[in-house]
């Protein structure tokens, strides 16, 4: 599933490929998407884009008429991406469509094979969303430990990783991956771990100067979740790469933690799988067995197809799981 550096690399590439280009005419949607249809129709405007979190804002811009910008707020769901063609080589499952003015035209698409993907015309970010870990970390860090009192922190570490309030960009595989180098039980209690955070930060005895060494040398948990995102913005490819889709050994080989085959798996209270090594940690499923996993899950892969009828591949299946 798409994470923070997924929808932050997604916007880069919007951004590169739009790039000094005009588009025209109007936002197509596909007629079997369930989301809602994109009123937007102009001679000639521009595309840019923003990232925050887990969401991904295109901005349409006018340029032959008077008319005001147009947002649209994108959540990648399980497999959401954007593409960039020309007319005649659009995706299978492109569910909407920016079209170039230029000839021959080339087009901007969204694409998204499960369809749990989300957009919102209009949007702004969700109010429900704390600051990106990546790119508002001071906020980040401050909304976290300002607000450990809440009873969102009664839970275990990984699960509360994942509530996008506090930890928007994290998701599944970055959790495993913060959570192995520091050696954290991912079912410790997620207050204990985050107090002794903030009792470093308060600790009066130490520099300045000390400090920093401590975290430079030493990144906390909070640390590693804007650190380890950068990380994997800097990999090439990685399956969620739109210009390197079917590259994904890179972030195979970065991986420490994340569907490791040494690796332990349980899967927590919200039914998400976490990997880990070790003891799982006093707050674990007591019902759940731990398991082993034999292989390196792999994105779902899509081949391109044209438009003119005849679809041009089949979707990867997935190898089944031993037990």
Same mark, same amino acid.
């Given at each position: 599933?798409?994470?923070?550096?997924?929808?932050?690399?997604?916007?880069?590439?919007?951004n590169?490929?739009?790039?000094?280009?005009?588009?025209?005419?109007?936002?197509?949607?596909?007629?079997?998407?369930?989301?809602? &249809?994109?009123?937007?129709?102009?001679?000639?405007?521009?595309?840019?884009?923003?990232?925050?979190?887990? *969401?991904?804002?295109?901005?349409?811009?006018?340029?032959? $008429?008077?008319?005001?910008?147009?947002?649209?707020?994108?959540?990648?769901?399980?497999?959401?991406?954007?593409?960039?063609?020309?007319? $005649?080589?659009?995706?299978?499952?492109?569910?909407?469509?920016?079209?170039?003015?230029?000839?021959?035209?080339?087009?901007?698409?969204?694409?998204?094979?499960?369809?749990?993907?989300?957009?919102?015309?209009?949007?702004?970010?969700?109010?429900?969303?704390?600051?990106?870990?990546?790119?508002?970390? *001071?906020?980040?860090?401050?909304?976290?430990?300002?607000?450990l009192?809440?009873?969102?922190?009664?839970?275990?570490?990984?699960?509360?990783?994942?509530?996008?309030?506090?930890?928007?960009?994290?998701?599944?595989y970055?959790?495993?991956?913060?959570?192995?180098?520091?050696?954290?039980?991912?079912?410790t209690?997620?207050?204990?771990?985050?107090?002794?955070?903030?009792?470093?930060?308060?600790?009066?005895?130490?520099?300045?100067?000390?400090?920093?060494?401590?975290?430079?040398?030493?990144? &906390?948990?909070?640390?590693?979740?804007?650190?380890?995102?950068?990380?994997?913005?800097?990999?090439g490819?990685?399956?969620?790469?739109?210009?390197?889709? &079917? $590259?994904?050994?890179?972030?195979?080989?970065?991986?420490?933690?994340?569907?490791?085959?040494?690796?332990?798996?349980?899967?927590?209270?919200?039914?998400?799988?976490?990997?880990?090594?070790?003891d799982?940690?006093?707050?674990a499923?007591?019902?759940?067995?731990?398991?082993?996993r034999?292989?390196?899950?792999?994105?779902?892969?899509?081949?391109?197809?044209?438009?003119?009828?005849?679809?041009g591949?089949?979707?990867?299946?997935?190898?089944k799981?031993?037990?």
């Open positions: 599933m798409p994470e923070g550096p997924e929808l932050h690399r997604a916007s880069l590439f919007v590169k490929v739009c790039k000094g280009l005009s588009f025209a005419g109007a936002v197509e949607k596909s007629a079997v998407s369930k989301n809602t &249809d994109v009123p937007f129709s102009c001679p000639e405007y521009t595309i840019s884009s923003v990232s925050r979190g887990k *969401e991904v804002k295109l901005i349409l811009t006018p340029l032959s $008429d008077e008319s005001e910008e147009t947002h649209i707020v994108f959540r990648f769901g399980m497999s959401g991406s954007f593409k960039f063609t020309p007319q $005649d080589q659009i995706p299978k499952h492109a569910h909407l469509r920016f079209y170039t003015k230029d000839s021959p035209q080339r087009v901007l698409c969204f694409v998204d094979p499960r369809r749990f993907g989300t957009w919102e015309v209009h949007g702004s970010w969700q109010p429900e969303r704390g600051p990106c870990v990546i790119q508002e970390y *001071e906020k980040f860090r401050e909304n976290v430990l300002k607000n009192s809440d009873k969102a922190f009664d839970k275990p570490i990984c699960e509360v990783m994942l509530n996008q309030k506090y930890f928007n960009g994290i998701g599944n970055l959790r495993a991956e913060i959570l192995f180098r520091l050696e954290i039980p991912p079912f209690p997620a207050r204990s771990v985050l107090e002794a955070v903030k009792h470093q930060n308060q600790n009066n005895d130490l520099s300045l100067s000390k400090k920093i060494k401590i975290k430079k040398e030493n990144p &906390d948990i909070l640390h590693l979740c804007h650190l380890v995102p950068l990380e994997v913005i800097k990999l490819g990685k399956g969620y790469d739109p210009e390197h889709s &079917d $590259d994904y050994s890179e972030f195979e080989q970065w991986l420490r933690c994340y569907f490791v085959p040494e690796m332990k798996s349980l899967r927590d209270n919200n039914g998400r799988t976490i990997w880990f090594q070790g799982p940690g006093p707050l499923p007591k019902d759940k067995k731990s398991k082993r034999l292989s390196v899950k792999k994105p779902l892969k899509m081949e391109k197809t044209a438009t003119k009828g005849k679809l591949g089949n979707v990867k299946k997935k190898k799981k031993k037990k």
